[in-house]
């Protein structure tokens, strides 16, 4: 069975930082896509940033030069270090998986076939 579990989320005041983990275990994630996504309330699920095995990354536009996404292939996990932090930041953070090297759809979340049960961060103002 394979499961993602995020950590390291909190409360944090404004252009402070957090980095989130997401631990996969079930299977080797070696070769996979790996990506983050959040929601904040009353929004829709929307991308913040992916890594491929090829260490190809991309970032949504509101967190460039902010976050930065990495992996360990060695713990089969992935980072997202968050810095500078805004209030509208605030979301619940999601980890996702896909095992399969597709290369388009990185940005939209139909793509993943695993998905974490979400860690909270918050910044307040």
């Known amino acids: 069975q394979v499961q993602l579990v995020e950590s390291g989320g909190g409360l944090v005041q404004a252009g402070g930082s957090l980095r989130l983990s997401c631990v996969a275990s079930?299977?080797?994630?070696?070769?996979?896509?790996m990506g983050w996504f959040r929601q904040a309330p009353g929004k829709e699920r929307e991308f913040v940033a992916v890594i491929r095995a090829s260490r190809v990354i991309l970032y949504a536009d509101s967190v460039k030069g902010r976050f930065s996404i990495s992996r360990d292939n060695a713990k089969n996990t992935v980072y997202l270090q968050m810095n500078s932090l805004k209030p509208e930041d605030t979301a619940v953070y999601y980890c996702?998986?896909?095992?399969?090297?597709?290369?388009?759809?990185?940005?939209?979340?139909?793509?993943?076939?695993?998905w974490g049960q979400g860690t909270q961060v918050t910044v307040s103002s």
């Open positions: 996702a998986a896909e095992p399969r090297q597709y290369s388009s759809g990185l940005y939209d979340e139909r793509t993943y076939d695993y």
């Open positions: 079930g299977r080797t994630f070696s070769n996979a896509i």
